[in-house]
């Protein structure tokens, strides 16, 4: 990771390398040194082939006249049934209720199948696990770093290590470094902080963000030592030189002592949870996928979350679609939909989330990732302020692409550090969202900024989005001290009835605060490096009621494109199979009504989700 010169301020830039073909447009035409190839996201078959295998072979189908009532005990006969079947098939869960008294493991290439949601229903008590050692992580003796010695620039995807001998193709890999903080080199200026609003990572915490020595969690009585992460996998090896399946995402820095981290084993590959439901009794984790490769969730429905209905730990190309999360009827502060931790090149695409606090969170050390084409609609129940429907939370999150979504909110907050070098594109992102009827309130909702980006938030991207609401947003950014007052005035106030009083109203952008919901605090925190190193272009918003083609919003050294033109997509080469007849792109300044309703909207509404109506994917996509 190298400083340069991406605002007048000074603010960090990761260089060098060229994005991938998305559109039939080269990505790399806009701003190649804050991107990556992220064609890669999602599963990858054996083949080489991108999305998930269709396995077609049911090795056992478990007796629902005698399981499925709902009121006898499926664990038993359910893992008898996934522990004895053979690789690549399925088994199958005919319709019925199914309760689970204890945890469910699934730790080789299977398929768990449902004849459909709402049809087959499973009632949890505890998770489902996918994972080679479900409940577990590899043991100590069976962690392994070596030195990387060449090979740090960006794009790259040929690193040279000191000690191969230990590495197989097939294998994931960790890349990772020393945090940057204490490099003192002239003008650089650190990307990584492990110090948030709410405490230092790793006092007092059990937190995963990066090893200590080689644990996969610090000891909770000092930061993370090595908190920016990416996960590849190795394609060949020869002599000391490994190829990746991707490419770097980060030029590194030798005086930060650059690692290749690995466990013996890898990671269970080719495993997926389909077509069905899941009833999640408000715990956390409905879904567990932990230490998985090339593993899936499509067509499925999870209701009475927790914390994650999917929750992820050192994933790679991962792939989570076509589902339905949903929170109905119940309030917590840490009801995720999709929670991603340590994980890579992973695709989170064409996922309906509804009354969630937060329907995917990105967090700990996620690189490379793509959150495409979810729709959002309502907040968590009884919450009178607007939640961060897409967010990066803990450090450090950086080299996502966000394309194509329909939400409410993003926010990138500092409560546990950092994050950087995000790309939001082709989004269209309200700030506003009206009380839901379940809510019981009449007040309009709070923390209307469409866009959060707070202290040590730096090096983003957000082009071609389309933003706020029309007479909602009351500026179009604070992103000074100064500004702090725009965003004070979101505060909740009991007394004050729906749309009368100002309550709820924010910028479109809210920039480098200590803390966005208390604005005016920590002065001395405040981040002028977040608005000075974020480069926007092509944005609409309603408050400007423009878009934005603004040479004054690059940072300094960016380079504005030849012309206005925006791909249509970033990732992909075209418009998908189940995108139907939709407008594609769906979403864009450039775009006939600038924003179209998603494949994942159309089947929330067309399907009546909101009234209680069966989600069944298969009539959708």
Not at 138 to 146: E, F, I, K, S
Not at 419 to 427: D, E, G, I, V
Not at 574 to 600: C, E, H, Q, R, Y
Request: hydrophobic content about 40%; some cysteine; overall charge negative.
């Amino acid at each position: 990771m190298t400083s340069g010169t991406s605002s007048g301020a000074g603010g960090s830039t990761i260089t060098g390398g060229t994005s991938g073909s998305a559109g039939g447009t080269s990505a790399g035409m806009l701003f190649p040194d804050r991107m990556t190839d992220w064609t890669h996201a999602g599963v990858v078959q054996p083949d080489g082939t991108r999305g998930i295998p269709s396995r077609t072979t049911v090795c056992a189908t478990v007796d629902a006249a005698k399981y499925g009532d709902g009121k006898t005990d499926a664990t038993a006969a359910i893992q008898s049934a996934i522990d004895t079947c053979p690789d690549n098939q399925v088994v199958m869960l005919p319709a019925g209720t199914y309760l689970l008294k204890s945890a469910i493991g699934i730790k080789h290439p299977i398929v768990l199948r449902g004849a459909g949601a709402p049809a087959t229903k499973i009632v949890e008590s505890a998770s489902i696990n996918v994972s080679a050692t479900p409940g577990t992580w590899p043991g100590q003796n069976t962690l392994h770093a070596v030195d990387w010695i060449a090979g740090y620039d960006q794009g790259t995807t040929t690193i040279t290590v000191s000690d191969a001998s230990g590495l197989h193709v097939g294998q994931p890999v960790v890349l990772d470094q020393l945090n940057d903080t204490a490099v003192t080199t002239a003008g650089y200026v650190p990307l990584v902080s492990t110090a948030g609003n709410e405490g230092n990572v790793g006092v007092g915490v059990n937190d995963c963000a990066s090893r200590d020595g080689l644990n996969f969690c610090t000891d909770g009585t000092h930061p993370v030592p090595r908190a920016l992460m990416q996960i590849a996998q190795v394609k060949a090896v020869s002599g000391k030189q490994v190829t990746l399946d991707a490419p770097v995402y980060a030029t590194h820095l030798a005086s930060l002592a650059p690692q290749v981290f690995y466990w013996d084993g890898g990671n269970l590959a080719y495993a997926g949870v389909e077509n069905l439901a899941i009833d999640a009794q408000y715990k956390d984790g409905a879904i567990s996928m932990t230490f998985c490769t090339d593993c899936w969730v499509k067509g499925v429905q999870i209701e009475h979350i927790a914390r994650g209905a999917v929750s992820l730990f050192y994933d790679l190309h991962v792939e989570i679609r076509d589902s339905y999360f949903h929170m109905n009827q119940a309030s917590a502060p840490e009801n995720y939909g999709i929670e991603v931790d340590d994980t890579s090149q992973s695709l989170f695409e064409n996922n309906i989330l509804d009354a969630l606090a937060a329907g995917i969170i990105v967090s700990w050390s996620s690189s490379g990732n793509v959150i495409s084409y979810n729709y959002s609609i309502n907040d968590s129940p009884g919450s009178q302020v607007l939640s961060q429907t897409l967010s990066n939370h803990s450090v450090h999150a950086f080299m996502n692409l966000w394309e194509g979504n329909t939400v409410p909110k993003f926010v990138s907050d500092v409560i546990w550090g950092s994050a950087s070098h995000q790309t939001l594109f082709r989004n269209r992102i309200s700030g506003y969202m009206k009380p839901s009827a379940a809510s019981g309130s009449t007040l309009w909702s709070n923390g209307n900024w469409p866009i959060g980006l707070e202290a040590w938030h730096r090096d983003f991207n957000i082009i071609g989005n389309v933003l706020g609401q029309a007479g909602v947003q009351n500026g179009y950014q604070a992103a000074a001290v100064a500004d702090a007052a725009l965003v004070g005035a979101t505060h909740y106030n009991d007394t004050c009835a729906c749309c009368t009083c100002g309550m709820g109203v924010a910028p479109i952008y809210v920039l480098g605060y200590w803390n966005s919901w208390s604005a005016g605090a920590n002065p001395d925190k405040f981040d002028p490096l977040v608005a000075g190193t974020l480069l926007r272009w092509g944005n609409f918003d309603y408050f400007s009621a423009k878009t934005h083609w603004d040479l004054q919003e690059l940072p300094a050294g960016e380079t504005a494109p030849a012309d206005q033109k925006l791909p249509s997509s970033l990732y992909l080469a075209g418009k998908p199979s189940w995108f139907g007849s939709g407008t594609w792109p769906p979403i864009g300044p450039d775009v006939s009504s600038m924003a179209n309703k998603l494949p994942a909207q159309l089947c929330y509404e067309t399907n009546n989700l909101g009234s209680g109506s069966a989600f069944d994917p298969s009539k959708c996509y």
